[in-house]
């Protein structure tokens, strides 16, 4: 029956998708959805019509709760939540204004995403009630109205909407972040642009297939390991660069004796000094070094280096990080580019 209320409790952590039929009328829907702010109720009203893109099933999701919006928030000190609803960068419109309440989220500020694009939510609400939200809001519109020491935004269409505190006396946006990356093949990153001072900046590096990200820094200096790194940004500018690694295949040895034969594309200058970027860690991160490995070339190969376990063994059972700095030079005079390391675990 299309005319029998439905409810959906939602645990956090959970997507979820609700059908409707395009184009006919859908019953009352209460939607609730556990997150660390609390329940957040999603009310849509019986008679409801909803459209999308062309194509569109009727298929759209149901709120996902996180604490990371997809663009930055100019003006946010701080993201309280970020409430997912419908499709992808695809607008779900309703033909009635549909009601989010937001636990606890009174007086702050509210807005949404689509396309990468953040448009705020300016529009209050004479009151809490279907009939006002239906009347006052236009056709894709929305608006915000505070119910108690709640938020509730009535909206005519879903997306990415985003709770947010904004900072105290805002200047002008006048500083920027900067994005680099140490290997442009490696990765991309977003988050980059011109904001106010004292913003919640948030930045992203994807690395690209056969490479990982590895940290962010600045000026030499480590920041984060975490590909997503958010801080609030000062009064100055910011030039953050993504550190990716290039990772080869993880390897199996059973021959504890053998040594690891790396081969490259062109001749590799023999000298020790240039042999000294290659090493053999027990740590991911190249930190500590396996004392008494030897570093040679192989006799009538000069593209092919040799890795010689210490004592002439690796340890049964140990794992080991073969990694070559980017200094690492050929007689081309063309140097490696960027940190490669390659797991290798004896058996």
């Not at 919640?200 to 297939?209: E, M, N, P």
């Not at 940290?215 to 100055?236: A, D, H, K, Q, T």
């Amino acid at each position: 029956m299309h005319d029998v209320p439905v409810s959906i409790s939602i645990p956090p952590e959970v997507e979820a998708t609700i059908e409707v039929t395009p184009g006919s009328t859908m019953p009352q829907v209460n939607i609730n959805s556990s997150t660390a702010l609390g329940i957040v109720e999603i009310q849509i009203p019986e008679g409801t019509i909803a459209s999308g893109p062309d194509g569109w099933d009727g298929t759209f999701k149901l709120p996902t709760i996180s604490n990371q919006p997809s663009v930055n928030i100019n003006g946010a000190s701080q993201v309280n939540t970020v409430i997912v609803l419908g499709l992808e960068d695809e607008q779900i419109s309703f033909s009635q204004a549909v009601r989010i309440l937001i636990p606890g989220q009174a007086q702050q500020q509210v807005g949404y995403i689509r396309n990468g694009v953040f448009t705020p939510i300016t529009r209050i609400l004479s009151a809490d009630r279907q009939d006002v939200a239906d009347s006052e809001i236009p056709a894709d519109g929305d608006g915000k109205i505070d119910v108690d020491s709640n938020l509730a935004v009535w909206t005519k269409h879903f997306t990415e909407f985003v709770i947010y505190t904004p900072i105290s006396n805002p200047k002008p946006a006048s500083y920027t972040v900067s994005l680099s990356s140490n290997y442009t093949k490696a990765g991309t990153v977003s988050g980059d642009g011109t904001f106010y001072g004292g913003s919640l900046i948030t930045v992203r590096a994807k690395a690209q297939s056969g490479y990982v990200f590895d940290y962010w820094s600045e000026n030499g200096s480590m920041l984060s390991r975490n590909s997503v790194y958010s801080f609030n940004l000062g009064e100055s500018s910011r030039q953050l660069q993504a550190n990716f690694v290039r990772e080869f295949q993880e390897l199996s040895i059973t021959d504890a004796t053998k040594p690891r034969i790396i081969t490259f594309s062109h001749p590799v200058l023999p000298d020790e000094q240039n042999l000294g970027n290659i090493y053999v860690a027990t740590d991911i991160n190249g930190d500590n070094k396996v004392e008494g490995v030897i570093v040679a070339g192989v006799p009538g190969n000069n593209c092919q280096i040799s890795v010689k376990p210490p004592d002439g063994q690796w340890l049964s059972g140990a794992s080991y990080y073969l990694i070559l700095e980017p200094g690492l030079q050929s007689a081309l005079n063309k140097t490696l580019g960027i940190r490669t390391r390659m797991k290798f675990t004896v058996e």
